[in-house]
C-alpha cells in the first residue's frame, strides 16, 4: 500500500482544501433541503437501483478522497485550472439560482448534473487527487445518467 500511495505521491491525512472543495458545491443542496422545492412533483423516477447504489458509493468514495487524501505535490493558489474551477462553481451557483427562479427545465436539470462534475474533476487534478478523479469520473457517468433517465 505505501508503494502505491510514493507512486501516486500521496498520503492519508486531513486535506482541507479537499473538504473545502466537497462543500462549497454542497451549500445550494443544503438550501434546497430547508426551502420548499419549486419544481416539486417534476420528476419521473426510473428504477434504476444498481445506477443508485454505483452513483452513491462512488460519490462516498470522492469525497472521502478529496477529504483524507493529501498530494505530497504542490497546489499553487492561483492557476488557470484553480479559475476554471471557480468558474464551474459559479456556474452551478448561477443553475441553483435559475432552478428556484425560473423553473427547472429537461436542459438544465443535466446541466446541473453535468457541471458540478467538471468542477469537482478539475479541483481533484488541481489537488493531484488521481484516486478521486476516477470515482468522481464513475459519479458522474452515473449521476448524468440517472439525470436523463428521470428526467427525459
Not at 479537499?18 to 417534476?42: A, E, T
Request: proline fraction near 4%; charge should be negative.
Amino acid at each position: 500500500m505505501n508503494r502505491v500511495l510514493d507512486l501516486l505521491q500521496i498520503r492519508i491525512g486531513f486535506s482541507w482544501k479537499g473538504s473545502v472543495v466537497f462543500l462549497l458545491p454542497m451549500l445550494p443542496n443544503l438550501l434546497f433541503l430547508v426551502l420548499q422545492n419549486p419544481n416539486d412533483g417534476s420528476a419521473a423516477s426510473s428504477d434504476h437501483l444498481l445506477l443508485d447504489i454505483i452513483e452513491h458509493g462512488s460519490q462516498a468514495i470522492y469525497a472521502a478522497l478529496l477529504i483524507f487524501v493529501v498530494s505530497r505535490k504542490g497546489t499553487p493558489t492561483l492557476s488557470g485550472l484553480i479559475l476554471c474551477t471557480i468558474f464551474f462553481l459559479l456556474t452551478y451557483y448561477a443553475l441553483w439560482i435559475a432552478y428556484f427562479t425560473v423553473g427547472a427545465s429537461f436542459t438544465m436539470l443535466m446541466l446541473m448534473a453535468i457541471v458540478p462534475v467538471i468542477y469537482f474533476l478539475m479541483a481533484e487534478i488541481w489537488l493531484h487527487n488521481l484516486p478521486a478523479v476516477v470515482f468522481t469520473a464513475i459519479f458522474g457517468v452515473t449521476h448524468i445518467a440517472i439525470t436523463y433517465l428521470d428526467y427525459h
